[in-house]
Structure formats: C-alpha cells, structure tokens
C-alpha cells in the first residue's frame, strides 16, 4: 500500500508551495501599532482624539511663545521692540533675554561673583561624597572623604579661617575615642560620655583654641555671610544640610519609636506627630519669629542657619518615619540572631539591624530629600532669598519689571531636572534592593 | 556547699544594679531620658521667660477679645473690622477647612480619573497622564500656585471686556472668568427652602439605606437587585418633586455685570480659585500614583479568577479588583489629605485669607503676640492632622480584609 504515495500526481494536491504573503496591511508596522495601541475601542478612540487635542492646544500656545524667544536684551521694554520689530506686536514671545542676563543670579543669589567656583567645587565634593554612599561598588575607604566632605564644603561655602571646620571636626574625633575608651567600662556611660564630652568641647574649648591657631598659622578664604546666599545654591545648601544633619536625630527617633521603653516610646511619637502635623511653613515662621526667645537672652545668629535648625528638626520626623519603615522591614530572625549571639542593644542595633534597616530606607530617603528639596522654596516668605523669592527681586529693577513666565518656567525646568533625575535613582535603588532581597 | 542553701540576703539590692540588671536598667534609661528632655524642656522655658521679662511682654490671650480692627476679602461668617481677634481666626479656620475641603475632593476625582487612565492600553492617554503626574510631581507646589495665579489674573479678561464687543463671553450665560474671580450661580434661598434639604437629606439617607438592604440581601439569600439606579432614583426624586409642590423655594441668582463688576451670583476670588487648582492638580497628581500602584498591586490571578466565574468587566471592577486595591490605596491617600490640608498654609503666596494670614499674620503683626498666635496656629493644624487621620483611619478600618 506504501507505493500509492509514490503515485500521487492527482489534480486535487498543490505541488509548489505558494509564495508567502505578505500580512495584512492592519497586522502590520505602523498601521497595527495605531489599531492597537490608540484604536483598539471606540472609548480608546475617543480618548486618543481627546489626547491629541489636549496636546494640540498646549502647544498652539506655548510653542510659538517659546520658539520665537528673545535672547539677547538687556530689559524687557528692549524685549519688546525686537519682538515688535521682527515678528509684529501681535505675536508671542518669550524674552528669555532676562534668563541670559541673570541667570548668576538666579543660581548663586548675591554670592560673590569672583567666589562662583567655590559653590561649584563644593558641588562636586557633594557629589563624590555622596558616591560612596549611594553606590556599592565603590570601595569603602573612600567613606573617610564622605565623613570629611561637610567641613569641607563649609569651608568652602562660608569660607573664614580653615581652623573652624578643622577644629569642629575634631570634637566628632574626640566623641569617638572617649566613646571607645569608655566602652570597656559601660555602654550607657560610654553613649552619655560620647555625647557630653565633644559637646563641652564645642561650646567651651573650640572657639579660643580656633583663635590661637588663626592668631598662630592664619590660613583662611574670604568669609561670606550666609544672607548673601541665594538662589538654587540656597535650595541645596538648606535642603542638604537638613537631610544630613537630621539623619542621626532621626534614627534616633525611629529607634525610639520602636523601642519597648515606654517614655522613650512616647516622647518619640510625640515629637514625630507634632512636627508632622503642623505645616512646613509655620515651623519656618517660627523659626524666624520666636527661635530666638527660646535661647538665652542675648543669643543672636542669623536667619539661615535659624531656618537650617528648624528644617532639621522638621525633616528628622519626615526621616525618623522612613527609618521606622525600614526597621520594620528587617525581618525578626535578625533581632533575634543578633540577641542569641550576646549582643547588647547598641551592638545589634549598630552592627545588624541599622546596616540592613538604612539600605532598604535610602530610597524613602532620597524621597524625603525631594520633598524637601522642593519645600525649600517656602523660605522665601521669611525673607530669604531662594529661586522664587529672586523673581521678586529681579522685577523690582526697572529693567525686568514685570516679567514673569519665563522666570518661573526656567525655575520650574530646574527643579524637575533635578527632581526627576533624583526619584529616577531612587526608583532605579527600589528595583535594586527588591531584586537583592528576593 | 553552705554558701549555695542559705537564703540569698534580703536587702541584696545594689546601686550597681540599676546598670547592669536588665530588670531595673530599662527603668534607669527611661528615667535619665525622661530628665534629661525635661531639663532641656526647663532650659527652654527658662529662656524664654526671661527674654519675655526682659521685652516687658506678658503672654496672655486676652487680645484675642479686642478689637480686630481690619478687613478679610473672603468671609463665610459675618465678619467686619470691629469684630474680635478670635472672630478673624474663625474667619481664617473656615478658610482653611473650605479650600482643604474643595481641594481633597477635586484631587480624588482627578486622581482617581488619573490614574485609571494612566494604566490605560491607550499609548498617548497613559503617556499624557504620565507627563501629567511628572510635572507636577517634580516642580514646587509654590510655583505652581504663583504660576495658576498668574495664569488667572494675567490672563483671564478683565469684568469690562464683557460688556457688548469687549471680546469676552460668559459659558453658558452662567459662568463668568476675570481676572476679580470666578462668578457663578449662587443658590437664593426661598421660603421653603428649609423644607427641601429637609427632604434631600432624607432621600440621600434613604438611598444609603436601600444600598444596605439590598447588599444584605445579596449576602443573605443570593438574591441580586439594582445597585446603582434605585439608590440614585431615591436621592434625587422626591427632591425634585418637592421643588415643584413647594413653588421652586431655591432659585439661582444668575451674576450679572453692572457697572464696572459683575454683580449677583457667586463671587470665587481668584486666590482661592489659583490655590484650589493648584492644590488639586498637585496632589493629585500623587494620588494618580497611588491609585494606579493601588490596582496593579491587586494581582492579575484575581481578575482572571473573576473573569472565569463569568463576573462582566464592571463587576470585576467593583466587586473584585476595587475592594482590595482600596486597601491599598487609602494609607498613603491619607497622608496625601494631610499634606493637601498642611500646604493650604501657602495660600499666603497668592494673598487667600487662610487660618495662617488672619491668626497667623495681621493679628500676630498688629498685636505683636507672635508666642500665643504661633502657639494657637499649631494647636489648629495639629488638631486638623488628627481629627484627619481619625476620620481615614476608621474608613480603613470598615475597608479592611475581615479575616477569620
């Protein structure tokens, strides 16, 4: 029966194959790409229709307006007349001219022009403090320059005699050894030793023994007063300190918030729930307006470093609840493992659980930062000068006398670059420790 | 061998205990704690008085009694500049809850409509809702009120170009946008007016009632009766019919321009219309985050499980998908409303008589009593926080999973 097949030479069968067709013209290349992902249903349809119109009429009016911007003037009546001149009084122009002529301004604020570089150097030395933090990969010897970026960057920002910074230093150098001699002797005296001692040091020994050095070696930078900062640098300036300075009071609130102690649990909470649930801009009233009846009579130091503290104390609740997150995230074993090997709290705390606990918070963290980064704009209603409060101080010259949009369009473009490019890393960190931790 | 059966000595307590004995040592840590903060806490009111002592300042409340002395540009209760101190903070309370109050629900709607859209199949609907929530995610609250507020007063035709060839138009006859405000419609009560909310407050508890009822029975006897239409049909109906049997009590007194500004209606300042917007549109574009995190953490078996018991697309939504993704969804929305209702404070950018400028500004500036306006200012807005938290905690709580 096998030899039939041979046979089969009947009308009934194909014996070339057919030339492949190509698809249909729906399934394919940009017209498939349009059915599915814009006309897939009439309601997606209308959508897409809705969507396009939405974006049509944004750009009908900002295009023009931003394309035919006006570079180079020097006021915006001068503005004005080119616009007239070249494209009719009826058109619209941005005069970005202001944006050419002040944008020093609106980065530095009325920082001294010939010291521009030490912002920028402390920019940088930020950022490669910063790296060793925020990166694995590089190694960890490179943390001693993040631990010593601070004093640096305040040297450089401030600027006055280099053995301010030097000498503040110092107290942390001397908190660590009496902490690590008294160790042998008590934990909890070994902490209050810790504390106590570089405080006394800070507020007795430091200034004088500054002075002699300077009086000795005087080696300094011009000093700049910090009302002369402004404008993005003051952003980053206070937003960075802030988060810096109140990360330990926030793992310290965080550790209380969690601890059995029952009046270190409460304190801990009450602090967190009262800065939380009162507005960013009273504390900075406050701040400005009664910070100073809170020290002793005939304290004074200027508004800055007053918003600075204030921030602070705001931000270490903001973090103390990131933390908290991410010490409930560290699972039990670790407490316990850490427990069963005879660790003490600080110990455990130290050398299992906080380690674990800050990596899964960084991202919270950075979070917490864009937040504030942001919220620093609020300082301009306590009359420092950040971004926005320059915009003021831009129109009041007769030159830029209202101008507004292209002001706060390069102000707003700032902050999102900075912004988006920050909750990307943080983003990026997320899928990051998800995939290690899985 | 004695030394181990003789009873341990009955004052065997040593100072050094209260260190090294964990019985005793979380009682000595609290306590040095617990005075430590107080000796800071003394130090602080310590200065205090003697910084007031030496300025002459008493603190008291008693101005808060005397005087105001100055105008509010929106007021929801009688106000003049002869009412007290107190009157001009109720003033700016009620400020504050109406913008708050506006600006949560308009960010729900457009955080919810938002972020279902954003997971739209749609490719330009989801890309547009996602340049949506990234710019206003990444750019400073405060921009963008100046920003709206700038759009609104610079842009927006003045009350004169309404008048015959002016150029601008009222939308519908009703609506009317300058750059003095917003007016719209505003309701005149009747003389049966009282009646008629009467009736509509009863109905809305009707429709409540009738959802209930008919879930019960769903849950009882399986037995499946129209949600959604009834409950609607009872709420408005004999709301409607009352309208007509009372002799319309509630009329709309349509604005109207006369002379140099409109006149009649509802007048919306452009402050409280730029910081309505702008809260709304910044926080929601957190919510849109939220929502859409909320869905796509409902897991996709869920929906397949619902859609293989034969339940329809809309069923699905309600009855599956929503539920879990709610519970999701409501802490970090909570904490969404707090920050709404804290940055209501930055009406001071756009000059909106908020708690913060009548307590918090003009009174505090005229009277000079910065300790007790300050004070005052954080009780309300800490209490504002809790009562928030309260009230979103027990929604939570009647949303959460009820498991064995």
């Given amino acids: ?83 007239d001149a070249t494209l009719g009084p009826d058109a619209s122009a941005a005069c970005f001219a202001v944006i050419s002529d002040r944008w020093q301004q609106l980065l530095f604020g009325f920082y001294p022009s010939e010291a521009y570089w030490r912002p920028v150097v402390a920019l940088v030395i930020l950022l490669a403090g910063l790296a060793p933090v925020l990166f694995g990969s590089i190694p960890r010897r490179f943390m001693a320059f993040s631990l010593a970026s601070p004093f640096i960057i305040f040297f450089l920002l401030w600027g006055g005699s280099i053995w301010l910074p030097i000498m503040a230093a110092v107290g942390f150098v001397i908190g660590f050894y009496v902490a690590r001699a008294l160790a042998s002797v008590n934990q909890i005296v070994a902490v209050l030793g810790a504390i106590i001692v570089p405080i006394l040091y800070w507020f007795v020994v430091m200034m004088p023994l500054v002075n002699i050095l300077q009086g000795i070696l005087p080696i300094g930078i011009m000093a700049i007063e910090s009302k002369q900062f402004g404008g993005f640098m003051l952003s980053i300036v206070i937003g960075v300190a802030a988060i810096v300075l109140s990360l330990p009071l926030g793992i310290i609130l965080a550790l209380g918030r969690a601890s059995d102690l029952f009046i270190v649990n409460k304190l801990s909470v009450g602090f967190i729930e009262v800065i939380r649930g009162v507005p960013l801009i009273v504390w900075l009233f406050t701040a400005s307006l009664l910070l100073n009846y809170f020290l002793p009579p005939g304290t004074t130091f200027d508004l800055t470093l007053r918003v600075i503290i204030m921030v602070t104390l705001f931000s270490a609740a903001y973090i103390a609840e ?22 003490d709290y600080w110990q455990s705390m130290r050398l299992i659980v906080l380690p674990q606990a800050l990596k899964i918070s960084i991202p919270g963290i950075v979070n917490t930062f864009i ?34 949009w292209e002001l706060y369009v390069f102000i707003g473009l700032l902050f999102f670059v900075a912004c988006y490019a920050m909750g990307r890393y943080s983003m990026y960190l997320e899928r990051k420790l998800q995939r290690e931790n899985r | ?179 003095r405000g917003v007016y719209v419609p505003g309701p005149v009560w009747g003389a049966n007016s009282g009646i008629l909310v009467a009736i509509f407050a009863a109905s809305l508890v009707g429709a409540f009632v009738y959802r209930r009822w008919a879930k019960k029975l769903l849950f009882d006897t399986g037995r499946l009766l129209p949600l959604v239409w009834p409950a609607i049909l009872i709420a408005i109906v004999p709301s409607i019919l009352f309208y007509f049997i009372l002799g319309r009590p509630v009329t709309l007194d349509y604005p109207a321009l006369g002379g140099f500004n409109f006149s009649g209606g509802l007048q919306i ?13 910044y926080t929601g574009a957190f919510i849109t985050e939220i929502v859409r995190a909320g869905i796509l953490a409902v897991s996709k078996g869920q929906s397949e499980a619902s859609e293989a018991l034969g339940m329809r697309a809309n069923r699905t939504m309600s009855l599956v998908i929503l539920p879990q993704a709610m519970r999701v969804i409501i802490p970090p929305l ?71």
């Fill in chain 1, 1 to 83: 029966m096998s030899d039939t097949d041979a046979h089969v030479t009947n009308a009934y069968f194909r014996e070339t194959m057919i030339a492949q067709q190509p698809p249909p013209a729906t399934e394919t290349g940009a017209i498939k790409w349009l059915r599915e992902n814009l006309f897939p249903t009439w309601l997606n349809a209308i959508g897409t229709v809705v969507s396009l119109y939405v974006i049509y009429f944004i750009l009908s009016h900002v295009a023009p307006w931003f394309l035919n911007g006006i570079w180079n003037a020097s006021s915006l009546s001068e503005c004005r007349e080119i616009r």
């Fill in chain 1, 322 to 343: 990131v933390v908290r997150g991410g010490l409930a995230a560290v699972p039990k074993g670790q407490y316990e493992g850490a427990d069963s090997l005879g660790l």
């Fill in chain 1, 371 to 404: 937040g504030l980064f942001k919220d620093t704009t609020l300082v301009v209603f306590i009359g420092l000068l950040d971004p926005l409060g320059l915009t003021n101080s831009i129109r009041a010259s007769t030159d830029w006398n209202g101008i507004y």
């Fill in chain 2, 1 to 179: 061998m004695s030394s181990m059966s003789e009873n341990p000595p009955r004052n065997s307590f040593h100072l050094s205990q209260l260190i090294y004995d964990t019985r005793y040592r979380s009682m000595t840590i609290q306590v040095v704690t617990l005075g430590l903060v107080c000796v800071g806490i003394w130090w602080l009111v310590d200065n205090l008085l003697a910084n007031l002592t030496d300025l002459g300042i008493e603190p008291s409340f008693s101005f808060l009694s005397s005087r105001a002395g100055y105008d509010i540009g929106m007021t929801l209760i009688p106000y003049s500049s002869a009412s007290s101190h107190l009157d001009a903070a109720y003033v700016g309370i009620l400020n504050t809850l109406l913008v708050a109050a506006l600006g949560i629900v308009l960010a729900t709607v457009l955080g919810v409509i938002a972020g279902v859209l954003r997971l739209s199949k749609n490719w330009l609907v989801s890309r547009l809702m996602a340049v949506y929530v990234e710019a206003f995610r990444n750019v400073p609250l405060l921009l963008w009120i100046v920003l709206i507020y700038a759009v609104m007063s610079e842009s927006t035709p003045q009350p004169r170009d309404f008048r015959e060839g002016g150029g601008a138009s009222m939308i519908w006859d009703a609506i009317a946008i300058t750059n």
């Fill in chain 2, 269 to 281: 300042s452009t402050p409280l219309v730029a910081l309505w917007l702008a809260l709304a549109l």
């Fill in chain 2, 334 to 404: 909570t904490s969404q409303y707090l920050n709404l209702t804290k940055n209501s404070s930055l009406a001071i950018a756009v000059g909106y008589p908020d708690v913060r400028a009548t307590l918090g500004g003009i009174t505090l500036n005229q009277t000079g009593r910065a300790l007790e306006c300050m004070l005052l200012l954080g009780l309300f807005y800490l209490a504002l926080s809790l009562i928030i938290s309260f009230v979103m905690n027990i929604i939570n709580n009647s949303m959460k999973l009820e498991e064995r």
